[in-house]
Structures are given as C-alpha cells and as structure tokens.
Nanobody
C-alpha cells in the first residue's frame, strides 16, 4: 500500500497557475504508475493526467492537454501537476492515485488505481 498526500491547492484567478504536489510513502513508489483525477461538486471523478513509473509516458484529458503538465521525481517519491491558464471549470478537488497493474503505462481509468490521497481543493474564480 502507498500512502499519498496532496498539497498545493488554493484559490486562483482565471489565467493563473498552480502546482500541485503528491508525496508518497510506503510501498515502492518507483514501481507505480501515478495519476491525477478531479471531482467537482455533483460530478463524477474524472481523469486529468497520468504518468508511468519512469516518467517516459504521460497522458492527459483533452480538457487539460496543453495547459497541465504531470511530472515525477522518484528520488523524492513525489509527483507534480503544473496547471497553467486555469479556467473556472478546473475548479474541483484534485486527487492523486497510485496504480500497480502496469507500471509501463500511464493509466487513464480510476479502477486501475489502488491507493488514493485525500485530495486538495482547487478553486478558480472568473
């Protein structure tokens, strides 16, 4: 099991930037694929971005592609989500997840993740 803790959320005006971090501890972090998901009030959790164990493969939701960047630092057991050009529709609780079904792929589906953090709130005002 991996324990995950997100940080970096907050209130930002549209067009601004935020960087989220997710620190991992426990089971071997470097063998996991990692991802970011988000959930807005009244909506289901949705995929945002994912990265494989080495950082060599990434994937993004169409709604954030070109604005968000996912990276990882295995030496620090941490992943990041750099969010630029934020929009009000990016407002949500952001969760990071760890998946072990295939460390070589960037996993897009929530069911492929076994461990989750508690989330960090991101609010973008217009």
């Amino acid at each position: 099991q991996v324990q995950l803790k997100e940080s970096g959320g907050g209130l930002m005006q549209a067009g601004g930037s935020l960087r989220l971090s997710c620190a991992a501890s426990g089971r071997t972090f470097s063998t996991s694929s990692m991802g970011w998901f988000r959930q807005a009030p009244g909506k289901e959790r949705e995929f945002v971005a994912a990265i494989n164990w080495s950082g060599g493969s990434t994937d993004y939701a169409d709604s954030v592609r070109g604005r968000f960047t996912i990276t990882r630092d295995n030496a620090k057991n941490t992943i990041y989500l750099q969010m630029n050009s934020l929009k009000p529709e990016d407002t949500a609780v952001y969760y990071c997840g760890a998946g072990f079904s295939s460390r070589y792929r960037a996993l897009q589906h929530a069911y492929e993740y076994t461990d989750w953090g508690q989330g960090t709130q991101v609010t973008v005002s217009s």
